[in-house]
DNA sequence: ACAAAAGTGTTCTTGATACACCCATGG
DNA sequence: CCATGGGTGTATCAAGAACACTTTTGT
């Protein structure tokens, strides 16, 4: 231990300790975050992500889920991911004191409330392409939100997340192609989610008209499993980062 | 934000900010994590993950890296692997005190020198698999540790942070089959690993003698790719979790 | 009849798997 | 000369990529 004289609850400068989060969702084709506007120094007037204090009384899930209800609205948290990202903790990263963020992504299906005032700033839908910079280091941890949702829809069946609860391969494969930015194959794409057992399951007789004109389409639910073995690659960018 | 009024340093009771290390190497053929033990309470006698606070002017990963140095006495960190897990800021997990955690796992090649004495405890090399029941959260953080491994050896280059500058493809192997426990077959191991570009890279005419007996085995060195495209899956273990 | 979107089938190529086999060294 | 570990070759099989084609709807 740095501190061989034991615990002192005074014995440094306080850190505060924040979650800020990531929340994405597939609005109209496009990838959209919610962001606040800010109301007061520093960057006012600047976006940020919504976020807040970690209570005495909670850890920075449980703060998490407490915001997110908050700035969207919803109650039910099942069928939602929210998951940690990292934390950011230089000590300049908020010039009136030393603020370390614990922060998250969370994915909603489409339509989950437009924007609910919880409180100070009115919260909002921005396409995700289109950010300017954000205050802080939000820049930074919405990047790596995407980056890690990117990555993740590769291994797992976290796609499904960003579906209502019934929904079409093709609405599915919207949110492959959406959040990689690369069109897919879409018999290779149906054939690789069907053979996945547990990624999805087809809800009996239904069907539903996607673009007005058209086949209707099957409707699916998703499965069980999380993981996706073996893994759904998107096409070969040569040398992608981790 | 959930403190309209502002940030007022003092307002709620004070968060300690540590850093803890899941510091692994691969010793004698076995995965080796370092530990400490603990000696007041809470926890008093049990052995716990290195790890210390955040100081006032310096990030956590600037904590991990000063706590790194001060346990195992590297000096030069190049080559040497630190990365964050997450952060652990369950209310209860001191009893002390509110403490919140950011975890990192740390990998390093065989003899980083046994134990040096930064401070407090002394530190020592346990087996992985023979570690008790440790202080605090620790049980889950190595455990998350090496979930986490073992998962970026799939489609990462990290393996080569487990060895020294120079290695042979048989040492390359054992770090996947003893993180992994499974046996790998060495012709189809040593083609893929050649085949993906930047992974590793020969050192044109070294040749070093391995188990005593046996050809001389040709000697690599870490190439400059960090990303395996495509994926050295581990056998199929169906329904791995992530 | 045509456009649009869902869904099926087929071919080709690549990569993974499971081996058998040869090479160099120490005892 | 045999055991041991490094290194090569090859046949087989499963998965991915590309694309032609059929089906069902609205206009």
Known sequence: MTSPEGYDKYAFEPFAVTVDLAVLTLRAGTLQVLLVE????PYAGRWAL???????????????????AEETGVTDGSGLHLEQLRTYSEPGRDPRMRVVTVAFAALLPDPPVPHGGGDA????WLRFDAVGPLA???DRILADA????????????LATAFCPPEFTLGELQQVYETVWGTPLDRPNFRRKV??????????????????????????????G??????????????GRPR
Chains 1, 2 share one sequence.
């Open 38 to 41: 800010r109301g007061q120094e």
């Open 50 to 68: 919504p976020g807040g204090f970690v209570l005495p009384d909670e850890s920075a899930e449980e703060a998490a889920w407490r915001e997110l």
């Open 121 to 124: 700033a009115q919260a909002q």
């Open 136 to 138: 802080f280091d939000h």
């Open 146 to 157: 995407h980056d890690r949702v990117g990555a993740k829809l590769e291994y797992t069946c």
């Open 194 to 223: 069907l053979a996945t057992p547990g990624f999805v399951e087809q809800v009996p007789g239904a069907a539903r008209l996607t673009g007005g004109r058209g086949k209707p389409a099957a409707l699916y639910r998703a499965g």
């Open 225 to 238: 499993a999380t993981a996706l073995h073996p893994p759904l690659l998107r096409p070969t960018t040569e």
